[in-house]
C-alpha cells in the first residue's frame, strides 16, 4: 500500500512525524513524504529532530505571501507529484491551507484521502483564520476522517458525515512528545538551564493570532506583565514569533523587566522540553491546549474561541479571552490559590494515550484489505 503524507508547516511536521515514522516501521507500506514549506526554517527543523527526509520538498515559502499564492502554489507542485507517484491514499494533518491544497490536489486525481486531526471546529468561520475555514473544505474532500476526540466525531456526525468514515484515534502530538521530552535535557539557551524551575514559577507565553494582533494582544500582554510584577517568585519566558507586528508590541509592553525573557523562537525539541518545567502556559495557540496537560500544567487561552473545547470541559485549560481585566484575574487565580491551581494540574488529559499514530495505520491497513 502506498501512502503518501502531506504537511508544510511546523505544528504539521510534528503532528505528522509519528504517523511518518509508523508508516516507516510497518511491512507492506511503501511511504512517501512530499512536504510544501509552507513555513521553511521552523519545518527544517522538525525534521531533523524526527530524522526524516523528505522525497519531495515543493519550497514554496516565499516572505510576505498572500494565502492565494500559498494556495495555488502548493496546488501546482502537488498535482506533479501525486501524478508521478499515484499513492493510494494521500493524509494530511490539520487545519493549514497546505492542508486544504493537499486534499484538492488529491481529490482531483480521485486519490483517497485521509485527514489527521479531523473535526476541530470553533464555529466561527473566521477564527481562527484561515484554519476554522480550511478544516471543514477538508472534509467535505476527505474518505478517512481520523477525529481526535468523541467531540470531533459528533461535531462531524452533525455536518452529515457518515460514522463509517470517521474513527476516533487520539491526538498523534501527544505520540510526538514521547520522542523528544527528556527529564535531563539541556537546552542550548544558557538562560533556560539556569533557570530554577523548582523555586521559580515560569510562565510561558506564546502569541501570534492574527486576529489577537493590535489591541487583544496589548491588553493580555500589560495583564501578564502587572502579574510578574506582582509576584516576585514568578518569571516569563516568551520565544517569540517572527511575525514582525507581534514584536513590536512585545518590545513596546514587555521589554525592560528583569523577569520577562523575550526570547528568539525555539524549535520544537528545547520547546516541548520548556513546556513540561513550566508552571503555567498562557497560549493562543492550538497545539500547547493539548500539549500543556500532558505534563500537568494548567493552560490559559486567551482567545474568543477555540476549537479546541474538550481540554476546557475536562479542566486542564480554561478560555479567558484577551481582556486585561480577564486575563489579569485568572493568572492571579491560579498563583494565589493553590487548590485551583491543582485542580486544573491535576486533570486528566483528553487528547489521548500516545497511540495514534498506530491507530492511524492499522485503520487504513484494516481498511484496504477490506477493499
Known amino acids: 500500500m502506498k501512502i503518501m503524507t502531506v504537511f508544510g508547516t511546523r505544528p504539521e511536521g510534528i503532528k505528522m512525524a509519528p504517523v511518518v515514522k509508523e508508516l516507516e516501521r510497518r511491512q507492506g507500506v511503501e511511504s512517501i513524504v512530499c512536504i510544501t514549506a509552507q513555513h521553511r526554517e521552523m519545518l527544517d527543523q522538525v525534521l531533523k529532530v524526527f530524522n526524516i527526509e523528505p522525497d519531495y520538498d515543493l519550497n514554496i515559502f516565499k516572505p510576505g505571501q498572500s494565502l492565494s499564492e500559498v494556495t495555488t502554489r502548493a496546488l501546482m507542485g502537488l498535482e506533479e507529484v501525486i501524478a508521478k507517484e499515484k499513492p493510494d491514499v494521500l493524509l494530511v494533518q490539520g487545519d493549514t491551507t497546505t492542508v486544504f491544497a493537499g486534499a484538492l490536489a488529491a481529490f482531483y486525481q480521485r486519490i483517497k484521502i485521509g485527514h489527521v486531526e479531523a473535526g476541530l471546529r470553533s464555529g466561527n468561520l473566521y477564527s481562527p483564520y484561515p484554519e476554522e475555514a480550511n478544516r471543514k473544505l477538508t472534509g467535505v474532500l476527505t474518505d478517512y476522517h481520523f477525529a481526535p476526540t468523541t467531540r470531533n466525531k459528533?461535531?462531524?456526525?452533525?455536518?452529515?458525515?457518515?460514522?463509517?468514515?470517521?474513527?476516533?484515534?487520539?491526538?498523534?502530538?501527544?505520540?510526538?512528545?514521547?520522542?523528544?521530552?527528556?527529564?535531563?535535557?539541556?537546552?542550548?539557551?544558557?538562560?533556560?538551564?539556569?533557570?530554577?524551575?523548582?523555586?521559580?514559577?515560569?510562565?510561558?507565553?506564546?502569541?501570534?493570532?492574527?486576529?489577537?494582533?493590535?489591541?487583544?494582544?496589548?491588553?493580555?500582554?500589560?495583564?501578564?506583565?502587572?502579574?510578574?510584577?506582582?509576584?516576585?517568585?514568578?518569571?516569563?519566558?516568551?520565544?517569540?514569533?517572527?511575525?514582525?507586528?507581534?514584536?513590536?508590541?512585545?518590545?513596546?509592553?514587555?521589554?525592560?523587566?528583569?523577569?520577562?525573557?523575550?526570547?528568539?523562537?525555539?524549535?520544537?525539541?528545547?520547546?516541548?522540553?520548556?513546556?513540561?518545567?513550566?508552571?503555567?502556559?498562557?497560549?493562543?495557540?492550538?497545539?500547547?491546549?493539548?500539549?500543556?496537560?500532558?505534563?500537568?500544567?494548567?493552560?490559559?487561552?486567551?482567545?474568543?474561541?477555540?476549537?479546541?473545547?474538550?481540554?476546557?470541559?475536562?479542566g486542564t485549560a480554561k478560555l479567558v479571552g484577551t481582556s486585561y481585566e480577564r486575563v489579569f484575574e485568572e493568572l492571579d487565580l491560579l498563583l494565589s490559590n493553590e487548590e485551583e491551581y491543582k485542580k486544573m494540574a491535576n486533570a486528566v488529559n483528553p487528547y489521548g494515550d500516545g497511540k495514534a499514530s498506530e491507530r492511524i495505520v492499522d485503520i487504513l491497513l484494516n481498511e484496504n484489505k477490506l477493499e
Open 154 to 314: 459528533v461535531n462531524l456526525l452533525n455536518e452529515g458525515y457518515p460514522e463509517e468514515k470517521i474513527y476516533i484515534t487520539g491526538n498523534t502530538v501527544i505520540d510526538a512528545l514521547k520522542y523528544v521530552v527528556k527529564e535531563d535535557y539541556i537546552f542550548n539557551i544558557d538562560l533556560l538551564n539556569q533557570m530554577d524551575y523548582e523555586n521559580k514559577r515560569v510562565i510561558l507565553l506564546t502569541a501570534h493570532r492574527r486576529e489577537n494582533i493590535g489591541e487583544p494582544m496589548e491588553n493580555i500582554f500589560n495583564a501578564i506583565k502587572d502579574i510578574v510584577t506582582k509576584y516576585e517568585d514568578v518569571e516569563l519566558v516568551w520565544p517569540m514569533h517572527l511575525n514582525p507586528k507581534v514584536r513590536e508590541i512585545a518590545y513596546k509592553v514587555l521589554s525592560n523587566h528583569d523577569r520577562i525573557h523575550l526570547i528568539e523562537p525555539l524549535d520544537y525539541e528545547p520547546m516541548a522540553n520548556l513546556m513540561s518545567k513550566a508552571h503555567l502556559i498562557v497560549t493562543d495557540s492550538g497545539g500547547l491546549q493539548e500539549e500543556g496537560p500532558t505534563f500537568g500544567v494548567p493552560v490559559l487561552v486567551v482567545r474568543e474561541e477555540t476549537e479546541r473545547p474538550e481540554g476546557i470541559e475536562a
